[in-house]
Antibody
Framework: EVQLLDSGGDLVQPGGSLRLSCAAS????????MTWVRQAPGKGLEWVSV????????DYADSVKGRFTISRDNSKNTLYLHMNSLRAEDTAVYYC?????????????????WGQGTLVTVSS | SYELTQPPSVSVSPGQAAKITCSGD??????AYWYQRKSGQAPVLVIY???RRPSGIPERFSGSSSGTMATLTISGAQVEDEADYYC???????????FGGGTKLTVL
């Protein structure tokens, strides 16, 4: 059974940094791209970032580009999201999700399954 | 930027059919995917590639797409189907991923 376990969420001050983790099991981790999606309080889902199975390619939403960095350690079956220069509007539950292909192409690709989410709160 | 538009809410009585729409200019050429998110839980894929149902999803869930609109239909909605539903797709370039704004389904 494919399982994704998100962790690392915390209360952080504006301008601060945080690293989220997603531990994967039940599939060949390096064969699939992985994605981060977030949901701010009272808002809808927002796609954040994707990384290829090899880790060699990545893409970001404009709202986080230059501040967030996605990475993965295939030897540990773990996905990361490094968040810098955090803003109040980054407050959200962050979910990791498994793509259906190795590359970061969006076509013919979807997210399934998802982790349970981890809460990031940016506030002074 | 590309947008997918959903109605904010849909309300039906138990046993009635619930239809949730998602409109987007690229939908004639791009697949739509549907996610169910119950309160406090992770999103769950209920329809992929416009109309395909993952294993384990009840048969009452179906999807269709015509022109610029994709539709999720829950035939005979149950109280346990109350949730937020999100469509997901890409823009015409296939490079940018986007979620619809979400539709709150109430069954009562």
């Amino acid at each position: 059974e494919v399982q994704l376990l998100d962790s690392g969420g915390d209360l952080v001050q504006p301008g601060g940094s945080l690293r989220l983790s997603c531990a994967a099991s039940g599939f060949t981790f390096s064969s699939y791209a992985m994605t981060w999606v977030r949901q701010a309080p009272g808002k809808g889902l927002e796609w954040v970032s994707v990384i290829s199975g090899s880790g060699g390619s990545a893409d970001y939403a404009d709202s986080v580009k230059g501040r967030f960095t996605i990475s993965r350690d295939n030897s540990k079956n773990t996905l990361y999201l490094h968040m810098n220069s955090l803003r109040a509007e980054d407050t959200a539950v962050y979910y990791c999700a498994k793509d259906q292909i190795m590359g970061i192409a969006a076509d013919y690709n979807w997210l399934d399954p998802w982790g349970q989410g981890t809460l990031v709160t940016v506030s002074s | 930027s590309y947008e997918l538009t959903q109605p904010p809410s849909v309300s039906v009585s138990p046993g009635q059919a619930a239809k949730i729409t998602c409109s987007g200019d690229a939908l004639p050429k791009k697949y739509a995917y549907w996610y169910q998110r119950k309160s406090g839980q992770a999103p769950v894929l209920v329809i992929y590639e416009d109309s395909r149902r993952p294993s384990g999803i009840p048969e009452r869930f179906s999807g269709s797409s015509s022109g610029t609109m994709a539709t999720l239909t829950i035939s005979g909605a149950q109280v346990e189907d109350e949730a937020d539903y999100y469509c997901y797709s890409t823009d015409s370039s296939g490079n940018h991923r986007v979620f619809g704004g979400g539709t709150k389904l109430t069954v009562l």
